[in-house]
Structures are given as C-alpha cells and as structure tokens.
C-alpha cells in the first residue's frame, strides 16, 4: 500500500461552523420543523436556512428521514449480536446479513468479533429463527446475542462538546495525565 507523501493529499474533513451544528440540532428534535421556524429561533433568515440545510443534504452531512418506533409497532425484543466468522467469507456474510429485516444496524469489525449486528424482533420465538438463520450462513463460525433490557441513551449523531453541559464536565475534569499525550 502506498502511503500519501504528504497529509494535503488526505481528503478534507468538511467543517461545520456554529449555526450549522445548530440547525442539525434542531432538526435532530424535529426533522419537520418548518424553515421559518429555525429561522425565527436561530435569529437568522429563511434564505440563509434553506440554503444551508440544502448543503448539508447535498454534500452528504445530512439525511432528513422517517424513523420508524419499531416498539409501538410491535417489535418490543431489541439487542445485538456479534458474529464471529472466516474472514475469508465475510463480503458473503455481509451481504446475506443486509438481506435480514429484523437487522437494521451491521458494523464489520475488527476485534473479538467480526460482526455486530443490532436487531428487533416481535418474540423470543423471532429471535430464535433469526439466530438460526444467521447460523446456518456459510462462514459464521459462532454467535453472541445479547438482548437490550432498557434504552438508556440513543442519539441521531454525535457532535463533540455542542452540549454545554458535557463541555463543563470535561472542562472540571479533565482526562488523566496518561491519556492527555
């Protein structure tokens, strides 16, 4: 693998400045909120937001969607599962995975396992045909579910230190000198 000769042949890391962070914050609480409306309560015009959001949305930092409450629809058994495979067989695994529609979120790993999926499904009946079909996928070698008993934080994105508060609680401790270098 050859190896950028110097970090401006890296890709860009896009910036946000305070008014978009702040825009994506207020959509976070409500996708639908109408532009006038962030407008009002960022104390800037409908242009200014309309334009922002549509750069947000078109350069990929944004996606304004439906999420469905998988609870109130019935899927009340919620958790995940790290797989353990071949990892010359994982691309397979991968795809056969994306297929499942109880699963929603799939990271390939490196690590202990190879995979961690998050699922939700109606019964422990569901969850038991679900591990059985990933078990019988050509290359998983073993499962590990683990099965959510409360949610006790969930966030759309994170955004280092917009939360003032968080900002406060490291700024009146801060990490330990080892980890500071």
Not at 134 to 147: A, E, L, Y
């Amino acid at each position: 693998m050859q190896h950028p000769s110097t970090y401006k042949d890296l890709p860009m890391k896009p910036q946000l400045d305070p008014l978009d962070t702040k825009i994506i914050t207020l959509l976070e609480q409500n996708g639908r909120m109408p532009n006038t409306e962030l407008a009002k309560k960022l104390k800037t015009s409908e242009t200014t937001v309309r334009k922002r959001i549509k750069r947000l949305i078109d350069e990929d930092l944004i996606k304004v969607v439906a999420v469905r409450n998988r609870a109130k629809l019935g899927y009340d058994m919620n958790g995940n599962i790290r797989i353990e495979a071949d990892t010359r067989k994982t691309k397979s695994i991968a795809d056969k995975l994306s297929r499942m529609n109880e699963i929603w979120y799939i990271a390939h790993l490196a690590g202990d396992a190879d995979f961690d999926v998050e699922f939700s499904v109606r019964s422990r009946y569901d969850l038991l045909v679900l591990l059985d079909a990933i078990n019988k996928i050509d290359g998983v070698i073993r499962t590990r579910p683990s099965i959510r008993l409360r949610l006790v934080k969930q966030l759309g994105e994170f955004i280092a230190f917009t939360n003032p508060a968080a900002k406060k609680r490291k700024e009146a401790d801060p990490a330990p000198e080892h980890f500071q270098k």
